[in-house]
């Protein structure tokens, strides 16, 4: 019997509103996330990478069902989350949490980190003072802070350690899924290591699963098992980390690749095979939504959009170039 | 606290509306002459050792009836602050929460509110009512409301959009428990500099209904109705007139300039609504 797994995502949908009010209808919708599927093992971290807008962090917030999804299913652990009533999603809560991209706007200023860190914990349950403090000063020594330091403010603390407090408060129900919504986009590359490095080490702690979001492969490809790339709400490649860089098989994540920038001055730079800004998801191009910027483009393209098929073993990829070889980037 | 301090208007404010608040706390233990007590021999004095500020036209004595004045206008200001700030809180945190026609019904029944010239409405309800000081407060509490659901609706809503907010949701705290513990902390500031500055305003408004005969009754002492009765004797013994209106100049500008001070310590971005 195979194994059911952490997360299900299926065909999900999410249109934004553009304009109206209380009788008038909207000017236009917005497609934030065009029928997404994917699934998630217990253990596994998934990472998700794209261009700012494509659609990366609502499809984080459409999985904690932060956001309600306009169509598609959301399952966890077997479970349909979107059907869930309000209390019950609140208790299944305590078993997927999220980390913030920012770490300035995501900590209330108010709160002493005492309180933030065990908030999660507070929601589900009534504990006492000493008990909440014993749990804080546990779980903020585990990301590396002191537990002298549960009695200041979040605005004592730099951009890494506000987000060593994000962690803890994720890890304060030893909750089975994080979803990591650009948790080191906003600081500083050699902090950047550092929490990446501290993410991996909770995973085996803890045995946690990760959503892992971020717009820097790199940083995708260090830390994940397997990578989907988006481009404007969809999934137009997914694949295992490892046969990634070496084969991608969509031209945006060639693109994409090409763009990381490696520390060496003597490799020779090639014109760069993407031109321009990605298109408004207000008013998407038909066809495959890259082929206004793709370098391969052809007539099919421009008509018919290409769904995800595999292409090779665990490798998924949406591109016509594919369905009959491979796309012949090294 | 020190902070609060290095302001200038908080300062002059701060000092202003500590001595209202001192002398209306003396009035309660003890007054120069009891506020009531009639004296005809000692009609219409000027100041002088015995009546610092005069007597009026039955010989009370204007300063114990100013004293007494002050714990009227600050009852008055608390009163009418704290529900209009507490109905006015709800509403507003409603009215972002929920939006839509929640949030339309709130705010039109604020504009509908706020479309009547405060004075006449409270001239209205007093005279539906009857004149009283109670009355008089209610009229002013209704005025309040609008102001205080206005604003917390704006501040709210910048907040709820924040990210912590929706941290908070994702760890699975309720909505009104996010409203209670991340919402309202965060908003407290811009409410407790609008609060002081309402209140200087609720002082000036008891004032002017007592003057017109719709606030506090005689025999009580209140500023308002001190200045109404000394109209009368006005060519005959200016004093009566002018320590009574003073002592509302002295309590609104005290208010008001702490309210200021507030403000530009607490929130210097902060945009004032009304």
């Known amino acids: 019997m195979p194994e059911v797994p952490l997360l299900k995502v299926n065909n999900l949908i999410k249109e934004f509103p553009l304009g109206g009010g209380l009788f008038a209808e909207p000017r236009a919708r917005v497609r ?121 403010y979040p605005h004592e603390f730099s951009g890494g350690q506000r987000q060593r407090i994000s962690i803890a408060r ?29 993410m991996a080490d909770l995973k085996k702690e803890f045995q946690l699963s990760y959503v892992f979001i971020s717009h820097d492969l790199s940083v995708v490809e260090h830390i994940s098992d397997r990578i989907a790339v988006m481009y404007l709400g969809t999934i137009v490649e997914l694949a295992p980390a490892v046969s990634f860089s070496d084969s991608p098989r969509h031209p945006y994540t060639a693109a994409l690749l090409r763009a990381v920038p490696m520390p060496d001055p003597h490799r020779k730079t090639e014109p760069f095979p993407m031109e321009g800004d990605a298109p408004s998801p207000i008013d998407p191009p ?45 | 606290m020190k902070r609060f301090f290095r302001n200038k208007n908080f300062t002059v404010g701060f000092i202003l509306s500590l001595i209202v608040i001192i002398a209306a706390v003396i009035s309660l233990i003890w007054t120069p002459f009891d506020a009531n007590r009639m004296n005809a021999k000692l009609r219409l004095q000027g100041p002088s050792w015995q009546h610092p500020l005069g007597t009026d036209q039955y010989g009370r004595d204007t300063l114990s009836r100013v004293m007494v004045g002050a714990v009227n206008s600050i009852i008055v200001g608390l009163m009418t602050v ?38 006449l409405t409270a001239i209205l309800i007093t005279s539906i009512l009857g004149p009283s000081m109670i009355n008089a407060m209610l009229a002013i509490s209704i005025f309040y409301i609008p102001v205080f659901a206005r604003l917390t609706r704006a501040v709210a809503m910048l907040i709820w959009e924040r990210e912590f907010i929706v941290a908070a949701r994702a760890a699975g705290i309720s909505e009104w428990k996010i409203a209670w513990r991340h919402v309202l ?90």
């Open chain 1, 286 to 330: 038909p066809g495959c939504a890259f082929h206004p910027r793709c370098p391969h483009a052809f007539e099919r393209c421009r008509v018919e959009k290409p769904s995800l098929v595999k292409t090779a073993r665990q490798h998924f990829v949406a591109c016509w170039l594919n369905n009959s070889r491979g796309l012949g980037i090294e």
């Open chain 2, 185 to 274: 902390p965060n908003i407290l500031s811009t409410l407790l500099i609008q609060g002081t500055i309402q209140f200087a305003v609720a002082i000036l408004a008891e004032a002017g209904l007592s003057y017109l005969g719709l606030g506090t009754q005689p025999p009580h002492a209140s500023w308002g109705r001190m200045l109404n009765e000394a109209q009368t004797y006005m060519s005959l013994s200016p004093w009566m007139a002018i320590f009574p209106g003073l002592a509302i100049a002295w309590a609104v500008l005290g208010f008001n300039l702490l309210g200021d001070g507030l403000r530009d310590t607490l929130d210097p971005k902060m945009v004032r609504i009304r």
């Open chain 1, 170 to 198: 994720a890890l304060c129900v030893r909750p089975d899924l994080i979803v990591a919504d650009e948790p080191v986009s906003a600081l500083d590359v050699s902090i950047q290591a550092q929490v990446i490095n501290l």
């Open chain 2, 82 to 119: 704290a529900i209009g700030l507490s109905v006015g809180v709800l509403l507003g945190l409603a009215s972002a929460y929920y939006g839509k026609w929640v949030d339309e019904t709130i705010m039109r029944f604020s504009d509908f509110l706020f479309g009547f010239p405060a004075v």
């Open chain 1, 32 to 152: 934030a996330v065009d029928d997404v599927s994917f699934a998630l093992s217990r253990g596994e971290t998934f990472g998700l990478v794209g261009e700012s807008g494509c659609g990366k962090t609502t499809l984080g917030r459409l999985i904690l069902r932060l956001v309600e999804p306009t169509s598609g299913d959301v399952e966890f652990d077997g479970q349909h989350i979107l059907a869930l009533g309000a209390k019950e999603m609140r208790l299944l809560r305590r078993r997927m949490q999220i980390i913030f991209q920012d770490p300035y706007a995501s900590l209330d200023p108010r709160m002493k980190v005492n309180a933030i860190v065990t908030e999660p914990l507070c929601a589900i349950q009534n504990l006492a003072k000493s008990e909440r403090k014993k749990v804080a000063a546990e779980l903020i020594e585990k990301v590396g802070l002191r537990a002298a330091d549960l009695d200041k």
